[in-house]
T-cell receptor
Framework: AQTVTQSQPEMSVQEAETVTLSCTYDTSESDYYLFWYKQPPSRQMILVIRQEAYKQQNATENRFSVNFQKAAKSFSLKISDSQLGDAAMYFCAYRSGSARQLTFGSGTQLTVLP | GAVVSQHPSWVICKSGTSVKIECRSLDFQATTMFWYRQFPKQSLMLMATSNEGSKATYEQGVEKDKFLINHASLTLSTLTVTSAHPEDSSFYIC?????????????FGDGTRLSIL
């Protein structure tokens, strides 16, 4: 079974600075997808960024980018120019290419300091 | 705009009553929907996979007689918590899988906060 590990329960960053959230996963599959979701205090799940395992290029979405290291099974999220609105719980998620279920990590609570 | 509509957003009821939560896919037909449970400051725990026109697939440890799932149409799945008790109090979230394969993400409802007195 696949597992997703987020080793940082809490992180903090100064406004306008850069922060990196870690995520590792364990799988024997070659076809899969990785996601980062954000859950603010409203508890709505918001997709931040996605990565296809077959793509070598790291995904980017404005201030959000990932460092995808397939051999190391690592999928970290970098947030540049952090804003107060970035404060939330961030979940890393894995999906097999042959299934639809998501496997979530335990989450990282990000605090942005003004 | 919202892709998934989930209602109600918050419900408080007495112990022993049954509560129904609706999850609607607004933008596309969904043969598969998912139901999650989330405790405070914890991750989402998959409860069951709802399949249109067939029985739901429950995760290990989830009581299917306690959490009834009905997926009668391509746009609506319902979760009924039967004879709810205080330990059933939690945050329940549904999601819809867009497309059968590929990198399409799951789209989530806004969740339902269930409080059983």
């Amino acid at each position: 079974a696949q597992t997703v590990t987020q080793s940082q329960p809490e992180m903090s960053v100064q406004e306008a600075e850069t922060v990196t959230l870690s995520c590792t996963y364990d799988t024997s599959e070659s076809d899969y997808y990785l996601f980062w979701y954000k859950q603010p205090p409203s508890r709505q799940m918001i997709l931040v960024i996605r990565q296809e395992a077959y793509k070598q290029q790291n995904a980017t979405e404005n201030r959000f980018s990932v460092n995808f290291q397939k051999a190391a099974k690592s999928f970290s999220l970098k947030i540049s120019d952090s804003q107060l609105g970035d404060a939330a719980m961030y979940f890393c998620a894995y999906r097999s290419g042959s299934a639809r279920q998501l496997t979530f990590g335990s989450g990282t609570q990000l605090t942005v300091l003004p | 705009g919202a892709v998934v509509s989930q209602h109600p957003s918050w419900v408080i009821c007495k112990s022993g009553t049954s509560v129904k939560i609706e999850c609607r896919s607004l933008d596309f037909q969904a043969t598969t929907m998912f139901w999650y449970r989330q405790f405070p400051k914890q991750s989402l725990m998959l409860m069951a996979t709802s399949n249109e026109g067939s029985k739901a697939t429950y995760e290990q440890g989830v009581e299917k007689d306690k959490f009834l799932i009905n997926h009668a149409s391509l746009t609506l799945s319902t979760l009924t918590v039967t004879s709810a008790h205080p330990e059933d109090s939690s945050f329940y979230i549904c999601s819809v899988a867009q497309g059968r394969w590929g990198p399409q993400p799951q789209h989530f409802g806004d969740g339902t906060r269930l409080s059983i007195l």
